[in-house]
């Protein structure tokens, strides 16, 4: 709700308002977000491929959703085995990764340290641009749309604002749909969105995502239970276009967890860290921070990773925290002998591969600098989630282009024989 004062603090939350009055909020923000101006023009400035499945990534941040998209379309091509084999290693997987049944030709954000990230770790090819998607006058053509749009207003952990502006970029998502026309997309937020505002806020998103012209399949899923050695839970829409008749979306069961393989512990994840941790936040340990438990076990998973190096979590050594009373924890040890998880060990809790480089780069790595880190790895998609939500997608495109491909030779072949 919006009330007269500047900055941040303008918009508060609302959760005692009707259904009605938040309806009233949302269609007014919608109106407001369909009369922004376009200017910017994309024509001729992307690559596509005839057999390829072409992707438009927005919101993409330091890339975390589209490489796991890109190792599951490798994976598709090439078996599991080998995709991952490869990934472990930046020159071979240089070398197969356009082997990908996935093709991005465009990316965006407004993040600009995470974009030179993004184009410092993906192809050359990809059209990479750095300003406000409402800007885009249109966009490419494309077979699937992914981005994780900006949540501010839905997560649990800040303040809940129904009326936050960003909260209502999923509409330029929507309008990507309408020009791109994909066959699929995949959104992905937080958790927090399915109660803000009673629901409706979800229910309006989903309404809106079906109104132009898809089956929208929401998921919650705990990152744990895909390999992720972390306790973060997001939510992915998947929208298959009404006019595609054989393929429904099912999520993959849990590849981790009960029934499957044992979760991967911060042990097996960091472990070998211990002695080379690399950078970390430091800086004081605010009565927030202190205000619960920071500190898992070796043979436990992460807390979520968040945006921000001075929230990360401890680093799981030593003695844990103790409990004094509600909104009360302190440390058993000196303070210098708990510190944050550094860059490097967040970045393998996300789950990307040693070789991501993250900007900056070359400079003095002051608290400033490291935090952009930080906010970078915690705003991504973790690359093994990614994978694992995009496989059921990967293996039905990997059909998909084999059919065209014969129906291109049957063609072809049929062709010749009239000539002759």
């Known amino acids: 709700m919006k009330v007269d004062q500047r900055g941040r603090g303008k918009y508060r939350p609302a959760p005692n308002l009707s259904t009605e009055e938040i309806k009233q909020f949302l269609n007014e923000r919608i109106l407001e977000e369909k009369q922004t101006e376009a200017v910017i023009d994309l024509e001729g400035e992307v690559q596509p491929r005839d057999d390829k499945f ?75 641009l750095n300003g406000d998607i409402r800007k885009v006058k249109k966009f490419p053509r494309a077979n699937l749309v992914l981005g994780g749009f900006p949540c501010p207003g839905f997560s649990g952990a800040g303040p809940r604002l129904i009326d936050d502006k960003r909260n209502f970029l999923y509409l330029q998502f ?41 089956t929208v399949y929401p998921n919650l899923v705990n990152s744990r239970n895909y390999g992720v050695p972390q306790l ?81 979590p401890l680093h799981p050594g030593g003695e844990p925290m103790r409990f004094i009373e509600t909104d009360h924890w302190e440390f058993t040890e000196p303070i210098e002998e708990n510190r944050r998880l550094s860059v490097t060990e967040v970045k393998r809790i996300q789950t990307f591969p040693d070789w991501y480089v993250f900007n900056p780069q070359h400079v003095e790595l002051k608290n400033s600098h490291i935090d952009k880190k930080y906010k970078q790895i915690g705003n991504a998609v973790p690359v093994m989630l990614a994978r694992s939500i995009a496989l059921p997608i990967a293996k039905w495109v990997k059909q998909r282009l084999a059919h065209k491909h014969a129906s291109a030779a049957k063609e072809q072949q049929e062709t010749e024989t009239v000539q002759h």
Request: aromatic share 12%; hydrophobic share 35%; proline share 3%.
């Open 54 to 128: 072409n992707v438009v990534s927005l919101f993409c941040g330091a890339g975390g959703l589209d490489l796991g998209f890109e190792l599951a379309g490798l994976q598709a091509e090439i078996g599991e085995q080998q995709a991952l084999d490869a990934f472990a290693n930046r020159e071979v997987y240089k070398e197969l990764r356009e082997q990908s049944v996935f093709h991005t030709i465009f990316a965006n954000d407004f993040f600009k340290e995470a974009l030179e990230t993004y184009t410092l770790n993906n192809p050359e090819h990809i059209k990479v």
């Open 174 to 214: 929507i309008r990507c749909l309408t020009q791109s026309e994909p066959e699929i997309f995949v959104a992905e937020n937080v958790k927090g969105m399915l109660t803000l505002g009673n629901g409706e806020v979800f229910r309006q998103i989903v309404e809106d995502f079906s109104a132009v012209g898809y």
């Open 232 to 312: 973060r839970e997001r939510v992915f829409l998947v929208g298959v276009k009404n006019s595609i008749k054989d393929f429904q979306y099912e999520l993959p069961q849990p590849s981790h967890g009960i029934g499957g393989q044992a979760y991967v512990t911060l042990e097996d994840a960091i472990g070998d860290l211990k002695d080379h941790p690399g950078d970390y936040y430091k800086g004081s340990f605010s009565s927030m921070y202190m205000s619960r438990n920071r500190k898992k076990n070796w043979d436990e998973q992460s807390f979520t990773i968040q945006a921000s190096g001075r929230q990360a």
